[in-house]
């Protein structure tokens, strides 16, 4: 599960364990406040009304 509270997400675990915070800017350095989270298998959207949808890797996916 993600959830965001101001410009942090925090992710959970099935017993509802927090595994991790990360904070969220946009590129540019801006604060990213999350109004939706869509997650995927190899990337999280999240968009913030005015600022846009922005696109990460899922912090908790290794790369190959």
């Known amino acids: 599960m993600w959830i965001a509270l101001h410009n942090t997400l925090l992710h959970f675990d099935q017993e509802g364990n927090r595994r991790a915070s990360y904070k969220i800017y946009t590129p540019e350095?801006?604060?990213?406040?999350?109004?939706?989270?869509?997650?995927?298998a190899d990337r999280l959207l999240i968009g913030e009304d005015p600022l846009g949808i922005y696109e990460f890797s899922r912090p908790d996916k290794k790369t190959q």
């Open 29 to 40: 350095g801006a604060r990213l406040e999350a109004t939706t989270i869509l997650v995927e």
